[in-house]
């Protein structure tokens, strides 16, 4: 099957893109090449176009710092295309005013990213309590950049703030570096008794070693299908780290594969009615 063939094509929606302007990325794939200086708006809507993708979320790349002007005036310029997800310091004085701020400039999601962190700040810090506050009140999402040693505190997060939207980016990093049957994927899968914990199926690029079609991912996402439900995934592409057109398309394949066993209804959810319900979007515009 091909996304021009799904009832819903030019209402799908990625919910993980990145723009940026003149600076080099390393891609971290197991292609290991480079990206072109520059991540597009206009590229990146060709692609959406010839993919059948109405709306894309654009976060804020973490080379960017905590700067968000280009994805707000991205999001500004193509309003009805491209939905502004935020990076965000919970360290930042007067942390209600920052948020505040931020809304009212059009931000429908916030990040942190704790990836690359030891120990897990600031998901694992007070500073994050604010912060987690805050967007329950306003019923925006937190994305949580992390990986799967850091899941107890994502846990520990959706417990503390149950009214508080969480979407764990890039399946926590878990997905192709242990296997499905693994604990600390098991750990992924058990944060589905959290009813607030969403989950991206997205940057596929990066864990498959199938590089064409990334079907060597099908297993995990059934897992976390299962966990889940189709009412709370989401895909993703994670372009432009996702290399070009032929690997934008390889990051739709391991949901499509299974379209005959999860139907179109699912696949509706996860691809256009998930991103909708988070992001507060209103798609009739488009």
Known sequence: MATRDLPFFGRINDSHTHVWLGQQLKNRS????????????????????????????????????????????????????????????????????????????????????????????????????????????????????CNFNQLHLVRDLAEENPDLTILIDHMAR????????????????GLANYENVNIKISSTNYFAKDPIRHLDLIPYVVRLLSAYGEARLL???????SEGGSQYRASFEPLLIMSKEIGNRALQQIFVDNFNTLFQIHQEKI
């Not at 400039?105 to 030891?118: D, H, K, M």
């Not at 895909?235 to 780290?241: A, M, Y």
């Open 235 to 241: 895909w993703g592409s994670d372009w432009p780290l």
């Open 174 to 189: 878990a997905v192709g570096e242990v296997d499905v049957e693994d604990a600390k994927f098991i750990n992924l899968t």
């Open 30 to 145: 197991a292609r290991d090449t480079t990206i072109p200086p520059a991540g597009e708006a206009e590229s990146l809507l060709e692609l959406m176009d010839a993919h059948g993708v109405g709306c894309a979320a654009i976060v804020t790349p973490t080379t960017l710092g905590f700067d968000n002007s280009l994805t707000l005036e991205l999001s500004r310029t193509y309003r009805d295309r491209l939905v502004p997800i935020v990076r965000i310091d919970p360290y930042a004085i007067d942390i209600e005013v920052h948020v505040n701020k931020l809304l009212a400039q059009g931000a429908r999601g916030f990040r942190i990213s704790t990836n690359l962190s030891t120990d897990g700040k600031p998901l694992g810090d007070s500073a994050v309590k604010p912060l987690a506050r805050i967007l329950s009140r306003e019923q925006v999402p937190l994305l949580v950049h």
